[in-house]
C-alpha cells in the first residue's frame, strides 16, 4: 500500500507531459528546470549523461533548434524510450546510445556542455563519484560548462526520507547523499570552477534538499 501510493506520488507531482516514466517527479522536474535555465541560448554540442527516457534532450533541443545533442543512458530500454520520445517531437537528431556514465566512449572536449543529472544518488562510493566527474570533465570542451546535482546530506527532510525508504522503496536506501563542500571540493580537484550553485527546497540555504552545481572546465594557461 505504502509503496503504490510513493510511486502514485512521484507520478502525481512531476509535470503531466513528464509522468510515466522512470524520470518522473517534482525535485527531477525542477532539477530540469533550472539545467534548462542555465542552457539557454546556448549553441554548439551538449551530452546528457544517464539521459533515461529522454525529458531533458527533448526540452532543451526544442528550445534551443541548432544544438547537437546526444544523449546516453547504461539502461538499454531507457535509450529506446528515449529514442521513441524524441522521434515523436521532431527532435530525433539527437544521437542515442547505451553506455556506462563513468566510462564514456567519446574524447576529449567533445562537448560545449554536459548535463548529468540524478547520477549522483547512484554512485555506490566516492570512487564512482570520482570516476563520473573525472569522465564528465574529459570531455567537456575547455571553457565548456557542466550541471550537476546531489542530495544534501545535512537535509532533514532527506535525511527523514531515506531513513524510512525500506518502507516505501527498496532502491532508495542506497542512494548516496553528500556535504556541498566535500562535493565541491571534488569538483575543484578535477579542473572545473564552480560558477553557479542552487539550493533547491524547504528548508532554504545548506540545509535544502537539493544543491545543482554548474561548473565551468578551465581553459590551460
Do not use: H
Not at 119 to 147: A, F, N, Q, Y
Not at 153 to 160: D, E, G, K, R
Not at 161 to 174: F, H, R
Amino acid at each position: 500500500m505504502i509503496k503504490r501510493f510513493y510511486r502514485w506520488l512521484l507520478q502525481k507531482t512531476a509535470r503531466p507531459e513528464d509522468r510515466g516514466g522512470i524520470s518522473a517527479g517534482y525535485w527531477q522536474g525542477r532539477i530540469r528546470d533550472i539545467t534548462l535555465d542555465l542552457c539557454a541560448g546556448m549553441s554548439g554540442s551538449v551530452l546528457d549523461v544517464g539521459c533515461g527516457e529522454g525529458l531533458l534532450l527533448n526540452k532543451l533541443l526544442k528550445a534551443n533548434p541548432g544544438v547537437k545533442g546526444f544523449g546516453i543512458d547504461i539502461s538499454y530500454s531507457q535509450v529506446r524510450d528515449a529514442e521513441k520520445k524524441l522521434a515523436a517531437t521532431a527532435c530525433g537528431k539527437a544521437g542515442l546510445a547505451q553506455a556506462n556514465a563513468i566510462s564514456l566512449p567519446f574524447g576529449a572536449g567533445t562537448f560545449d556542455r554536459v548535463a548529468a543529472l540524478n547520477l549522483m544518488i547512484c554512485m555506490p562510493t566516492d570512487v564512482e563519484t570520482d570516476e563520473l566527474i573525472k569522465e564528465v570533465s574529459r570531455v567537456c570542451k575547455e571553457g565548456g560548462r557542466i550541471v550537476f546535482d546531489a542530495r544534501n546530506v545535512l537535509s532533514p527532510i532527506v535525511y527523514i526520507k531515506y531513513k524510512l525508504a525500506p518502507l516505501y522503496d527498496s532502491t532508495a536506501g542506497a542512494l548516496r547523499t553528500y556535504y556541498p563542500d566535500r562535493l565541491e571540493e571534488k569538483l575543484i580537484a578535477n579542473g572545473l570552477i564552480v560558477t553557479k550553485k542552487f539550493f533547491l527546497g524547504f528548508p532554504k540555504g545548506r540545509f535544502a534538499p537539493v544543491i545543482i552545481f554548474e561548473a565551468e572546465k578551465r581553459r590551460r594557461p
